[in-house]
């Protein structure tokens, strides 16, 4: 069963935690230009919003790769950048609408989130479940199962 | 490793800046951050300089752990001479700053001189430089925050700055990092605004990658990240209520300074308490607190987001307040609230939103308004003074007014800019001043907890809470309950946390941590982080080491044992109500037996013996 990453930025108190878990993961040092996930505080309106690659079916960044650096893992549906093929081109990260894939300086590839083939380590690292790695066909249900409470009369009755 | 072996040293007067490796033989002994950074500071600084004179220095220290994957990994200190108390001051903020300065490839940053014109230092990893501060000087923290980000087109730069309160010279000045987080106590910021520095700004994405076990240290954080969760206080009271989980606690214990610590419990406590924080405001709906937040790698996120009800009379004609910041922590809202006797939740975090805005510690702005409200009860201040206003206990329209006076360095506004030692000299009646060594108490009435009368007379930056936080045990049995009315057995119980607290504030972490961790659930990450053997022995060594060495730079700037010691009002006056009715503080009981443990002579001086033992300099 394929799985995805749930974001929930009511829950997230925007330590980092995720960002330097990911930049272990990915790169062995704690440095959150690193990560793939990225918290963004939008300090006025005291929110904190974490974001990363949604892993679209129908990837930009794969369609717009010139050399095919970029495949899907078909066990975790994960589009996975391939180090050793990637020129190094950027052309995905112009094709992506969302800015999830980036430029690595220090290795001249691309680099994306690749859910730690099947083991997302942000997801461990969150303190506060606004990271959870749930069903894919299921991702809006703990959504629904709170709008059911409110919207249940019984118990709100009660 | 964890280090980065690196220091950048500033010369202010010059203009000049130059890289050095981070002297490996005190990191032995020192550790990092508070530890480490005084090591420097009493190495280069003649302890009896003007702590606003170019010859002092200013030193930003991280530690070892500061911007891993450690739980409360965002931790810096800022070491100098402080201008309130002569003694030594160690001020220590979370946020993101820290951890920034670490990613950009710096254990420490030594600032020396004054720069002729004002300046702020701009650090890009390897690069670093001064630039002129002309655009930014005269301006709050939060303008100069938004006008450096903006110059540097880097929404991700991390800026520490002082405010206008410190250009002025406010003796309690802080200096804020990330908006909202501030290394508060003892004016640091006072001695960074002398020195014509205005802000640092940082930015670094080096990373931090010399861990010396990454293996071990992982499972040994993540391991230790559990113990938080599981815990009460750092899993669900923090989170939940933040610091002002403390204020009913210690109010029904009798121990809430109240009135000028005239009286110990506050009628109104529970109107600005973490609870009265979630309640919904019957203007909006909404209540004071939109959010917990955490600084960077904190797995705990007591901090508040909160705003004023924007049609409270101090911002009503203010849309520059009406959204989210920094909201109350428990000593804002003690020292703001109870102490001035006002229970206007909106006008406690309102003037919390001015201490952050403009750098000021807002324990001594309380107390130093609530030292002024007495003094005008007893005639020494009048409304020749003031122009006309009155000075109320109760009255949140006093207490807004006294801060913006300091923030506009008016005349009365300098006077109360001077700390309440100084405010209460000016007037004639120095006995009104609730410090130690000049500095103001923290939230815990000594009478009614009697540890913290005796932490609060030996700490070596004067009055203070974070440097033997016997609280955690006399108040909520951390790790073991003792009797807060009980004198006896307290001497030990102090040096034990002093010295476990100096170990910690060396390491890069959050001393909140240590309402879930004891020594031996810190000394492993710190072990698998670091080079060398980091047993829970020899941090609380080098703790020990540390107090020793504060204590030695404040005996040859001039204090002596004399100045470990309490207001009269707090050993004379008894408590009036609560379980601790009757008492004062049996500091004089303590303090001869907290001598004798440190291994000090009668006058309170580290014997040859204890210096030769810890190898002091
Ligand atoms: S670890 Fe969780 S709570 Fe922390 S910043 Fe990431 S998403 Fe937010």
């Known amino acids: 069963m394929q799985k995805s990453l749930y974001l929930d930025a009511d829950k997230c108190t925007g330590c980092k935690q995720c960002e330097l878990a990911c930049s272990f993961e990915r790169d062995g040092s704690f440095n959150p230009i690193k990560s793939s996930i990225q918290i963004f505080t939008f300090h006025e309106a005291g929110r904190f919003v974490p974001y990363t690659c949604t892993q679209c079916d129908d990837a930009w960044c794969m369609t717009a790769c010139p050399v095919d650096a970029i495949t899907i893992n078909t066990a975790t549906g994960a589009k996975e950048v391939n180090e050793a093929t990637c020129v190094g081109c950027k052309v995905c990260t112009i094709a992506c609408p969302f800015g999830t894939i980036n430029y690595n300086t220090d290795t001249g590839k691309v680099t994306k989130c690749d859910l730690c083939g099947g083991d997302p380590q942000c997801v461990t690292a969150c303190p506060t479940d606004a990271i959870t790695y749930v069903e894919a066909d299921a991702t809006g249900f703990s959504r629904m199962k709170e709008w059911a409470a409110k919207t249940d009369n019984a118990q709100s009755a009660a | 490793m964890a280090w980065t072996n690196k220091v950048l040293r500033v010369n202010l007067t010059e203009g000049t800046l130059r890289y050095e490796p981070l002297n490996q033989e005190w990191v032995k002994d020192y550790l990092g951050q508070r530890g480490l950074g005084t090591r420097y500071l009493v190495d280069e600084v003649d302890p009896e300089v003007d702590a606003l004179s170019p010859e002092n220095k200013m030193i930003f220290a991280t530690g070892p752990l500061t911007g891993t994957a450690a739980s409360t990994s965002a931790r810096y200190s800022v070491i100098t001479k402080s201008p309130l108390t002569g003694a030594i001051a160690c001020s220590n903020s979370g946020g993101f700053f820290g951890p920034e300065l670490k990613f950009a490839g710096l254990d420490m940053v030594i600032f020396e001189g004054k720069s002729p014109t004002p300046v702020y230092l701009y650090i890009e990893n390897d690069e670093a430089k001064l630039l002129p501060a002309d655009d930014i000087w005269g301006k709050s923290v939060w303008e ?136 919904p405001r019957e203007s909006d709906g909404k209540p004071n607190l939109t959010t917990n937040a955490g600084c960077f790698g904190c797995t705990i996120a007591c901090g508040r987001i909160s705003t004023v009800d924007t049609s409270h009379f101090s911002v009503k004609d203010k849309p520059q307040y009406h959204h989210n910041s920094g909201g109350l922590e428990y000593e804002a809202a003690w020292a703001l609230g109870s102490d001035t006797c006002v229970d206007d939740l909106d006008a406690a975090t309102y003037v919390n939103f001015l201490c952050n805005e403009d750098g000021m510690d807002p324990i001594t702005l309380g107390s130093t308004i609530a030292a002024a409200m007495e003094l005008f009860e007893k005639g020494a201040i009048t409304t020749e003074h003031t122009g006309g206003v009155e000075l109320e206990f109760g009255s949140p329209q006093s207490l807004v007014w006294c801060a913006e006076q300091v923030v506009a360095a008016t005349e009365f506004g300098k006077d109360l800019g001077l700390g309440s030692k100084r405010l209460c000299e000016k007037y004639g009646m120095p006995d009104l001043s609730m410090t130690v060594k000049g500095q103001e108490f923290p939230a815990y ?40 009315l009980v004198s006896e057995g307290k001497a030990g119980l102090v040096i034990a946390f002093q010295d476990a607290t100096a170990a910690v504030d060396s390491a890069g972490l959050c001393l909140f941590t240590t309402f879930a961790w004891g020594m031996d659930n810190i000394a492993p990450q710190i072990d698998s982080a670091c080079e060398g053997d980091w047993s829970v022995e020899r941090l609380l060594e080098v703790g020990e080491r540390i107090w020793n060495m504060e204590r030695d730079f404040n005996l040859k700037a001039g204090l002596t044992g004399a100045d470990d010691n309490l207001p009269k009002r707090l050993l004379k006056d008894v408590a009036k109500t609560g379980p601790a009715k009757g008492r004062v503080s049996e500091l004089d009981v303590m303090l001869p037996e907290y001598y004798e443990l440190r291994g000090w002579d009668s006058t309170g001086v580290p014997t040859d013996d204890t210096r030769q033992r810890l190898s002091l300099a």
């Not at chain 2, 040994?220 to 933040?242: D, F, I, Y």
């Open chain 2, 144 to 279: 100069a925050d938004e006008i450096l980000h903006k110059a540097h087109h880097d929404p991700q730069l991390r800026v520490a700055a002082v405010g206008r309160a410190a250009e002025s010279g406010c003796l309690y000045a802080a200096i804020v990092n990330d908006l909202h987080r501030a290394a508060g106590r003892s004016g640091v910021g006072t001695v960074m605004a002398s020195k014509n520095l205005k802000a640092i700004a940082v930015r670094g994405t080096k990373g931090i990658s010399n861990i010396k076990d990454p293996k071990r240290f992982m499972a040994s954080t993540a391991q230790e990240k559990e113990v938080l969760a599981e815990n009460a206080v750092t899993g669900t009271g923090l989170p939940a209520l933040g610091t002002q989980v403390l204020m009913n606690v210690i109010n029904e214990i009798g121990a809430m300074p109240t009135r000028n610590m005239q009286d110990v419990q506050f009628e109104g406590a529970s109107k600005i308490s973490g609870e009265a924080m979630l309640e």
């Open chain 2, 445 to 484: 009435d000594p009478r009614g907890i009697q540890g913290m009368g005796l932490a609060y007379a030996t700490s070596n930056r004067g009055a203070c809470h974070l440097r033997g936080y016997t609280v955690a045990s006399e108040v909520l049995g951390i790790p073991e309950k003792t009797d807060p």
